[in-house]
């Protein structure tokens, strides 16, 4: 079993883990999305999901990666500023539905990918979970 310790250091993260709900978390500032990924990667991490909500029309939009590692529960929280975040689908697979899923329900650009359509038809606009003070 890995020590939480190490994606600490691997991520140069000073920040402690946190257990809450049965989910490790870890803020991950100054690393980014793709540098946890990589890490959780090299860990042999199961990507399992993102979790997006909306927080208060200034503070925009809430995104948390979840991964599996010997039956633990990792969670990386991610505030937006504007409404684009790097992809990570290149380094998983796995990300591609709920990216795409992301996309459509909040209007979040994954940057450095391209998405065919899951629910939206032809004329639809991304976004459709957005409260309208934040469109």
């Not at 600490?8 to 809450?20: D, N, T």
């Not at 539905?97 to 391209?114: L, P, Q, S, T």
Request: negative net charge; proline residues 5%; aromatic residues 10%.
């Amino acid at each position: 079993m890995i020590p939480l310790d190490i994606i600490r250091e691997k991520l140069s993260v000073e920040a402690p883990w946190i257990e809450s709900g049965g989910v490790h978390w870890l803020d991950p500032a100054p690393a980014n999305v793709r540098d946890v990924a990589a890490v959780m990667n090299a860990c042999r991490a199961r990507f399992v999901t993102i979790t997006a909500y909306q927080l208060p029309a200034s503070e925009g939009i809430h995104l948390e990666y979840h991964w599996d590692l010997d039956g633990r529960l990792l969670g990386f929280p991610f505030q937006l500023a504007g409404n684009t975040i790097d992809s990570i689908f290149d380094l998983c697979e796995a990300a591609d539905w709920i990216e795409r899923e992301v996309h459509e329900e909040y209007a979040i650009d994954f940057r450095g990918r391209e998405y065919e359509p899951l629910l939206l038809r032809d004329g639809d606009t991304a976004g459709v979970n957005l409260r309208e003070e934040v469109r």
